[in-house]
């Protein structure tokens, strides 16, 4: 007879297992519509992930990132690639710093991207033809009907140096660093009506290609295109990512469907539990003022709550007169198993780590976990 903890040893490895690469495409859930939305899981906590010791569990790939001692790189070398991690995890305000190079290449886009359930979204992206700027944005729910929200930024030598990107996202406001310099301060009074970005968001990056051929001419022209895949592979390399939420608890829930930050419940916790990381106030007054506005940075949503939610640039389509985003299919990142957390390395950890390893399980142990499962179904 097997013991009730070997059984359960046999359980929690399953259930790690068994979760395709960490996600599954399903459609989306958008809580300004319905109150049967699954809750997000928090990370309720500050890690800080060294990609140069490779990949973390808490964060899913798609496409294929590759790492080695420099960090992780995310490499374009023919149409149709757009390689990205994507968290597992959310956050509820708080701070993401993000050390990289940006790919070379005109058409190409490399970009950092904070996306909420309800489609609230900020964004920093970079073209790959453009070394000594960035773009930044924010939308909220989804809306689409005007593109006055985007800036030109300076970021000087993105492309040839380790840059370190910060977006700190609180209820008040948002910045945007470039190393040590506040490039850009949205406050949450200043935003357009109904639009400032508050509620839990989930971290992408990673790089597309917007000049692609294939793609309308608009959508070609603001990527600074076309792409030239003979010139290439294009990469995007990044050596680590810290990210500190305000918030505390397990997972964050939406109240109502209001998709106000007051709505929502931190399971276990607090929404600003960890308020006290948050910097000091930024005033708009002590920041340059933007290089220019953008009418042609794109949005990273459909335009109503039918549409499947994606990441900004996977894909979107322009016109010389105006923007609407395609449908894509949207990855729902299956969340950290019962019993496991997040360390502040951002590893996924079962809470007793000598209990179970969280490799892959080799080959050669699933006769004995099958019949380990016969045993629990007689």
């Known amino acids: 007879m097997f013991s009730k903890s070997l059984l359960s040893v046999a359980a929690a490895v399953l259930s790690w297992q068994c979760q395709p690469v960490l996600s599954q495409t399903y459609s989306s859930c958008n809580p300004l519509y319905t109150t049967s ?14 990609f140069t010791k490779g990949s973390v569990n808490s964060f899913a790939a798609t496409g294929t990132p590759t790492y080695d001692s420099s960090g992780a790189h995310f490499t374009i070398a023919k149409s149709g690639d757009s390689p990205q991690l994507a968290s597992l995890f959310y956050i509820m305000f708080g701070k993401v710093q993000v050390t990289m190079k940006t ?19 900020i964004d920093i992206e970079w073209l790959g033809a453009s070394p000594s700027e960035m773009q930044t944005n924010y939308f909220g729910k989804g ?12 970021a000087p030598n993105n492309q040839d140096q380790f840059i370190t990107y910060t977006i700190e996202w609180t209820s008040s406001q ?25 509620t ?9 290609s917007g000049g692609d051929p294939s793609n309308p001419p608009g959508t070609i022209g603001w990527a600074r295109g076309p792409t030239d895949y003979s010139k290439g592979p294009f990469t995007m390399s990044v050596q680590s990512i810290a990210v500190t939420d305000y918030s505390t608890g397990t997972q964050y829930k939406y109240g109502d469907t209001s998709g106000s930050w007051q709505s929502i419940q931190a399971v276990g916790g607090k929404v600003n539990g960890n308020e006290g990381s948050a910097g000091a106030p930024v005033s708009s007054a002590a920041v340059p003022a933007v290089s220019s506005a953008s009418v042609t940075i794109p949005a990273g ?13 996977w894909p979107w389509v322009a016109s010389p007169t ?16 019962s019993g496991w957390i997040i360390t502040s390395e951002g590893k996924i950890v ?29």
């Open 37 to 50: 939305c699954p809750a997000n899981t928090a990370l309720g906590k500050a890690i800080n992930v060294d």
């Open 103 to 121: 790919a070379k290449g005109a058409g190409i886009v490399s970009t950092l991207v904070l996306q909420s359930d309800d489609l609230d979204e």
């Open 143 to 154: 809306a689409v009907t005007s593109y006055n929200r985007g800036a030109f930024n300076p």
């Open 174 to 198: 948002i910045t945007w660093s470039v190393g040590n310099s506040v490039v850009r301060v949205l406050k949450a009074s200043e935003a357009d009506a109904n639009n400032y970005p508050q």
């Open 200 to 208: 839990p968001m989930q971290i992408k990056f990673g790089t597309w």
């Open 301 to 313: 949503f459909g335009n109503s709550h039918t549409d499947t939610a994606h990441q900004t640039g």
């Open 322 to 337: 105006g923007m609407s985003t395609a449908t894509a299919a949207n990855t729902a990142i299956a969340g950290v198993p």
């Open 350 to 378: 079962p809470v007793n780590s000598a209990a179970v390893t969280v490799q892959p399980l080799p080959v050669l142990f699933w006769p004995i976990v099958l019949m380990i499962l016969a045993v629990i179904g007689r």
